[in-house]
């Protein structure tokens, strides 16, 4: 190569990196790597010999791979892109699902954002299930193991087809999770960006009364309560869910999508900008556009910054369960964030999240634990303020990044409202409001607030010093009934029942459940202990809404206390503790209890123990193997696809994840 040549190269390739001039018109140069195509195209491969090839390259070469050609060029994509990153656009469009129903026009408009940017698009769709049109009967068995098989269809589509880089478009409880445990499988540049979280509703009632701020929960509270009339019922249900989008509230849905925002993964607003808002709109394209960039960034200018394990890193773990402890998210996402860990090859375990809920109080209740919408939130600075008052009380790891920023300082300086460095542009972001448009179309709105929310001491989100609660949202519990842990979501809990004392009423299912709630079986003082609903037992660890609701509906939810080797919905608040393990049909202790046996609850102490000594706990244990054995007794056909899943289902402390071992061991595969 001569020196004109050099320099022609030199030059064209840092206006390339600054963006002045698209990849395609850097001229070819004597001993420079190229991508050589059929259609005469030449395009650099890499500048050094040590650079990550893009992994579509290998169908974009040579001979062997024309069919391959021929196929992508049939999908529709123009032989002179060959070369380009190839961006997978995984998406969730459902139309079942109302945080789903818009996700369609999403995926159209992420893909002409990458295309513009000088990426290949390519969308495909995975499963979604909607947890509260399958709450309450056999159909909740398969949302937890559609987690599984949501992950493995991105990781499947990703990899069968060679693409470069990927942008998980989510919104609801499983799917959130399940692309981010691809994801970090996968590790290959990507972005979330979620369908955004659904308008609160207002509710009139027949005597004239309105109900401003209502939900989900708001109708399922109503069907329990006999004071509630037909008419008002049906009021509820017409207007409790307004707009598209994942239920209002700190729900499991938003609880995921902030949680994403606070590990890096998303872009700032992800978890509280309104799906109805046109600003949602804008998230939308940045991220497309975005994507492109960090596949640039991967792939030639060798930066591996941008790989989803070297931003969801052990601090970066910590500072997003700090953040969910801080703002009382859905108890699930202990279930999720343990899950996508072992995804990541990151050591971040159950122990890692009771170390941080005994130091980080709870400075924001949203609903359902608190009075204050998702978008009440969004107005006090989001995720980012949050993150900003955490920060300045010394509770977050500053050695993070995350797919837009360098550092956590550099995000803050822009994107927590109370820094003087917060830019204009962000302050208007953060007064987007809820229009209060009834309709299940995306982006309906341009509505702002009048001001933002920096009230930290009476606001949606407070300071350090000025916590909603001293104890953090989520706690740990562990005893002789959960000697490997259980979770409870404090900050829903009243004060008055953070220690509990009462004889336990035992059921082996949610519909037995729901039918001792509802036919006053259950009494005030009583302990209700729901087993053989875990990730084995179940199988699939049913979401248990209804029950949460009901006793709150037959007003006696500060009265009882709810367990179970299950889950509970995010929407779900009171004493209602989840998660216990080892579940019953693992040889857990809580298939041990009997009816009248006395539960001690201390949350305060972060203990749930059963007034039974060591040896009463044995006696039972082998008495129990000696007949039946570990099994339900109820009536419930399990099909051969939720068998499956219960055949690897590890228990919750293990974020119900398949058991590696076991797989390994039964595969014979390394």
């Known amino acids: 190569m001569n020196a004109v040549n050099l320099f022609i190269l030199m030059h064209a390739t840092e206006l390339f990196h600054r963006g002045a001039i698209p990849l395609n018109a850097i001229p070819p140069a004597g001993g420079v790597p190229l991508f050589g195509h059929h259609d005469g195209t030449v395009r650099p491969r890499h500048l050094t010999g040590n650079m990550a090839e893009m992994r579509s390259a290998k169908l974009m070469n040579g001979r062997v791979f024309a069919g391959a050609r021929a196929l992508y060029r049939a999908a529709g994509v123009d032989g002179k892109d060959f070369g380009k990153p190839i961006v997978a656009i995984a998406n969730s469009f459902d139309e079942f699902v109302p945080g789903h ?81 691809a994801a970090l499988r996968l590790n290959i540049p990507t972005i979330f960006v979620s369908g955004g979280p659904m308008e609160a509703g207002s509710t009139t009632l027949s005597d004239g009364t309105v109900e401003k701020s209502t939900d989900l929960i708001d109708v399922m509270y109503a069907t329990a309560d006999d004071n509630i009339s037909d008419e008002d019922l049906l009021a509820y249900e017409k207007t409790v869910c307004p707009t598209c989008g994942s239920c209002a509230g700190m729900f499991t849905a938003n609880s995921m999508n902030c949680l994403t925002e606070a590990m890096g993964l998303a872009l700032p607003g992800n978890g509280t900008t309104l799906a109805s808002h046109t600003y949602r709109r804008k998230l939308f394209e940045r991220a497309g556009e975005m994507i492109v960039t960090l596949a640039h960034r991967y792939y030639q200018e060798d930066d591996d910054s941008v790989l989803p394990r ?99 300082e550099a995000k803050l300086d822009d994107w927590d409202i109370m820094r003087d460095t917060c830019r204009d542009d962000v302050r208007q972001f953060f007064r987007a409001a809820p229009g209060h448009i009834v309709s299940p179309e995306p982006w309906t709105h341009e509505t702002l607030f009048d001001s933002l929310d920096t009230d930290r001491v009476n606001g949606a989100i407070h300071d350090i010093d000025h916590p909603a609660v001293n104890e953090g949202g989520l706690a740990i519990l562990r005893g002789n009934l959960a000697p490997d842990g ?3 979501k404090t900050a829903g809990v009243p004060k008055e029942i953070w220690n509990f004392r009462g004889p336990a009423l035992i059921v082996e299912s949610q519909e037995e459940a729901i039918k001792v709630i509802l036919d006053d079986t259950l009494k005030p003082g009583q302990a209700l202990v729901i087993r053989y609903e875990g990730p084995k037992g179940g199988p699939g660890m049913q979401e248990m809404l209804y029950p949460t609701s009901f006793v709150k509906g037959k007003g006696i939810g500060r009265d009882v206390a709810l367990i179970t080797d299950g889950r ?54 082998r008495e129990l193997e000696a007949g039946d054995g570990y099994v339900a007794h109820r009536d419930r056909h399990v099909s051969q696809a939720l068998k499956a899943y219960a055949a690897f289902a590890r228990s919750a402390d293990k974020g119900a994840t398949r058991d590696p071992e076991l797989i390994d061991r039964l595969s014979g595969l390394r």
């Not at 295309?115 to 909740?140: C, L, S, W, Y």
């Not at 609903?367 to 303020?385: K, L, M, N, T, Y």
């Not at 046996?597 to 007034?611: G, K, L, Q």
Request: charged share 20%; proline share 4%; hydrophobic share 40%.
């Open 310 to 408: 070297n931003i969801a890193t052990k601090h970066s773990f910590e500072n997003a369960m700090t953040m969910d402890v801080a703002m009382g998210g859905s108890t699930n996402t202990v279930l999720h964030i343990l899950a996508a860990a072992q995804s990541a090859d990151v050591d971040f375990t159950l122990d890692d999240i009771e170390r941080i809920s005994h130091t980080v109080p709870c400075i924001c209740k949203a609903s359902p634990s608190g009075q204050w919408e998702i978008s009440d939130v969004h107005r006090a600075g989001g995720i980012p303020g949050i993150l900003g008052e955490l920060d300045r009380a010394g509770k977050l790891h500053r050695d993070t990044h995350s797919v837009d920023y360098p550092s956590l």
């Open 101 to 181: 129903v818009h996700l369609n026009k999403v995926g159209r408009l992420v893909s002409e954002a990458v295309k513009k940017a000088g990426g290949i698009p390519r969308e495909f769709n995975t499963i979604a299930v909607d947890d509260g049109i399958a709450m309450g009967h056999t159909g909740m068995l398969y949302s937890l193991p559609s987690r599984d098989i949501i992950a493995d269809s991105v990781e499947y589509s990703v990899n069968a087809h060679c693409a470069d880089a990927l942008i998980c478009i989510s919104n609801c409880d499983k799917i959130t999770p399940g692309m981010l445990m």
């Open 568 to 621: 509970y919905s995010g929407g779900s608040s009171g004493l209602a503790i989840g998660h216990v393990a080892p579940e019953a049909a693992n040889k857990g202790p809580i298939a041990l209890i009997r009816n009248g046996d006395i539960i001690d609850i201390d949350i305060p102490n972060r203990s749930i123990n059963v007034e039974l000594s060591d040896a009463q706990l044995a006696d039972r244990r």
């Open 486 to 488: 259980c979770v409870v």
